[in-house]
Nanobody, 125 residues
Framework: QVQLVESGGGLVQAGGSLRLSCAASGRTSSGVAMAWFRQAPGKEREFVARVSRSGGSTYYADSVKGRFTISRDSAKNTVYLEMRSLKPEDTAVYYC??????????????????WGQGTQVTVSS
């Protein structure tokens, strides 16, 4: 079992920055790939970014490439999402997810085995 707790969401003006954190705990938390997804009202949950177990490989949705950075601190069992140049269309609930089986597409929410409760990010224009 892996438990995930997100923090760092809030209200920010367009062009601003936020850093989200996801604290992982549990017996296998250090051996899983981690990702961020987001879900806006009335829309499906969408992939944002993913980092490998080692932290050596990262992947991003085209919509956030160049503005968001995912990283992990293995000593703290924490994953971060640094968000810059935020836009109103980035407004969503952001979820942290863990993939312990590496069996599916990194872009598909069904691939992930554990989820956090989500944190709201609101970007005002």
């Amino acid at each position: 079992q892996v438990q995930l707790v997100e923090s760092g969401g809030g209200l920010v003006q367009a062009g601003g920055s936020l850093r989200l954190s996801c604290a992982a705990s549990g017996r296998t938390s250090s051996g899983v790939a981690m990702a961020w997804f987001r879900q806006a009202p009335g829309k499906e949950r969408e992939f944002v970014a993913r980092v490998s177990r080692s932290g050596g490989s990262t992947y991003y949705a085209d919509s956030v490439k160049g503005r968001f950075t995912i990283s992990r601190d293995s000593a703290k069992n924490t994953v971060y999402l640094e968000m810059r140049s935020l836009k109103p269309e980035d407004t969503a609930v952001y979820y942290c997810a863990a993939d312990q089986n590496y069996g599916g597409s990194r872009y598909d929410p069904k691939t992930y085995d554990y989820w956090g409760q989500g944190t709201q990010v609101t970007v005002s224009s």
